[in-house]
């Protein structure tokens, strides 16, 4: 659904889809229509993996925090 961070994470269609709360004959019908469509879901899934990769892995995620750090650390040295 549409609440807290969620849409920031996901782009309606590409990967996941999303439904306004309380909804449920709409979420419902988007989880027959993935079920009913592999290819679909594979590309979703790969959209998501490629996410990961990008924003959301180990490495990534330290590298932010780094640079997060390194700037705090300049501007108290």
Do not use: C, H
Request: aromatic letters at 6%; hydrophobic letters at 40%.
């Amino acid at each position: 659904t549409n609440v807290d961070y969620l849409p920031r994470l996901i782009v309606d269609g590409e990967n996941g889809l999303i439904v306004p709360p309380g909804a449920s004959e709409l979420l419902a019908r988007a989880i027959l229509d993935l079920a009913s469509d592999p290819e679909r879901r594979r590309r979703m899934r790969q959209a998501n993996r490629l996410k990961y990769e990008t924003e959301f892995s180990q490495t990534v995620v330290a590298d932010k925090l780094r640079r997060i750090y390194e700037q705090i650390l300049a501007t108290t040295a």
